[in-house]
T-cell receptor
């Protein structure tokens, strides 16, 4: 069965360290997304990609970067981790093109990141 | 003002009862609407799309009111397993992205 996985599931790191969160999907979807979820804010889009070598900034992209070298993977890098980046991070993927009311994003299980 | 707003709840619902809640959106150009369900510490999953004419999926009914810019979700005959956070999601072509509300928490109790 196709799936979307994230690793690690839990991570504790120190302020200033570089951290990379992995996202891997076997749906063969062109679209991939990274969100963070915090109490009071819901899910907020960090970066997204519509295909290999395509990356775009979302609403909360400062301090994060992504690269897309193949269809299956979209790693998220925190260049210099800050305590404000303590959050739960979800990766998602979807088919393209946009399918209106039939559109669905499939989410990974999430990574809980703590920056101390 | 947030683009998509929801009452965070919790809505405490006796088992078997009906519960309904709304979500308001600020951008009149929004095109498509969805309800996602999220269990505690788990990933969101699509519950149902919201069609312009309203739609049902078993015990769940979704409605869209474009004039007043809100969507609603009604759950009939609530089950303990319906306890979750329900996320309102809006899509608009400009930007080609989904915008999520903060979620409404529902607790169904015996």
């Amino acid at each position: 069965d196709a799936e979307i996985t994230q690793s690690p599931r839990h991570k504790i790191t120190e302020t200033g360290r570089q951290v990379t969160l992995a996202c891997h999907q076997t749906w063969n979807h062109n679209n991939m997304f990274w969100y963070r979820q915090d109490l009071g804010h819901g899910l907020r889009l960090i970066h997204y990609s519509y295909g290999v070598h395509d990356t775009n900034k979302g609403e909360v992209s400062d301090g994060y970067s992504v690269s897309r070298s193949n269809t299956e993977d979209l790693p998220l890098t925190l260049e210099s981790a800050a305590s404000s980046q303590t959050s739960v991070y979800f990766c998602a993927s979807s088919e393209s093109p946009w399918q209106g009311e039939n559109y669905e994003q499939y989410f990974g299980p999430g990574t809980r990141l703590t920056v101390t | 003002r947030k683009e998509v707003e929801q009452d965070p709840g919790p809505f405490n619902v006796p088992e078997g009862a009906t519960v309904a809640f709304n979500c308001t959106y600020s951008n009149s150009a929004s095109q498509s609407f969805f309800w996602y369900r999220q269990d505690c510490r788990k990933e969101p999953k699509l519950l149902m799309s919201v069609y312009s004419s309203g739609n049902e999926d078993g015990r769940f009914t979704a409605q869209l009111n474009r004039a007043s810019q809100y969507i609603s979700l009604l759950i009939r005959d609530s089950k303990l397993s319906d306890s979750a956070t329900y996320l309102c999601v809006v899509y608009k072509a400009a930007g080609n992205k989904l915008t999520f509300g903060g979620g409404t928490r529902v607790l169904v109790k015996p």
